[in-house]
């Protein structure tokens, strides 16, 4: 991936976007919680991919922003399309993209109309900003081949922080839409919980094969841990972390503020 310095000449999604990639990809850690759990996310969602999609499948990445999973999987060999509602932000990846084979689909995902369906889709960070989770995850499973797969992440909605209702709980979602899409964790409408996951698994013809807690508190610099993270090196942070996904299953579900999910398509 190729290095970029913010210019003036930039239009504003493209300076909006880059200090998240000075923290995602480029090794700054001005705010330390951020940045790790980042480094997680990152990490987990694409071991989910790596262990069961082959090189070379097919992979579409949905609301791919300014493309740093995408291009991870273009140069580690897959046939990558980026897609994001923002088409100015194609010209952003593209002065990132180094090498691997990508291709650019702005808009819409579901109005597209790809002629072909794909080995994978990824979805990171974005059911938690759609009214009808259920419906999203079945027009994504829409567009799998056969035996396909999804992987997704999305912040846990068991955390002991969260307030936002339960899907599940939800009566009519309807009432959501106009708020839909909004970024950051302001535009967050529901946080999903490990077991709604599951049942919107089985709504859509998905099996979850695969479901992963991670990153507690203190590793995301929350309830402010953010300035002992400055005094921690990054190892004791990490094993931190590793010795918190041994808790009992009740407790992780509490302390983690992220989760990721892998589902295979029923066909």
């Known amino acids: 991936m190729k290095r970029q310095y913010i210019q003036d000449t930039w239009p504003e999604t493209w300076k909006y976007s880059y200090p998240y990639d000075l923290q995602e990809i480029w090794g700054e850690t001005t705010h330390r919680g951020y ?14 991919l790596y262990e069961v999609v082959p090189k070379g499948a097919a992979v579409l990445d949905v609301a791919a922003a300014q493309g740093n999973f ?26 990132k993209h180094e090498y691997g084979t ?6 819409n995902v579901f109005e597209l109309g790809f002629s ?35 992987i997704m992440s999305t912040p846990n909605g068991a955390y002991f922080r969260n307030h936002l209702p ?3 709980e939800c009566v009519d979602s309807s009432q959501f839409e106009a708020v839909q899409f909004k970024p950051n964790s302001d535009g967050h409408i529901f946080l999903l919980w490990p077991d709604e996951i599951k049942q919107l698994a089985d709504q859509s013809n998905l099996v979850l094969e695969k479901h992963v807690l991670f990153t507690n508190s203190l590793t995301a610099g929350h309830v402010k841990l953010e300035p002992v993270l400055k005094l921690l090196p990054r190892s004791a942070v990490e094993g931190l972390e590793v010795l ?8 992780l579900k509490k302390i983690s ?8 398509k029923i066909e």
């Open 244 to 251: 918190s996904q041994r808790f009992p299953s009740g407790i």
């Open 257 to 264: 503020t992220s989760s990721a999910s892998r589902f295979k």
């Open 102 to 107: 990508i291709e650019f689909a702005p808009g």
């Open 35 to 48: 940045a790790y759990a980042y480094a997680n996310r990152r990490k987990i969602t694409l071991d989910l």
């Open 166 to 168: 339960r899907f599940s």
């Open 116 to 150: 072909d369906r794909f080995d994978c889709v990824l979805i990171t960070e974005i059911i938690e900003h759609v009214a009808h989770p259920d419906d999203f995850l079945k027009k994504i499973t829409a567009m799998l081949k056969p035996c396909g797969y999804i």
């Open 70 to 95: 995408s291009l991870s999987l273009a140069e580690a060999g897959y046939q990558v399309t980026w897609n994001d509602l923002r088409e100015e932000l194609v010209d952003y990846v593209k002065l």
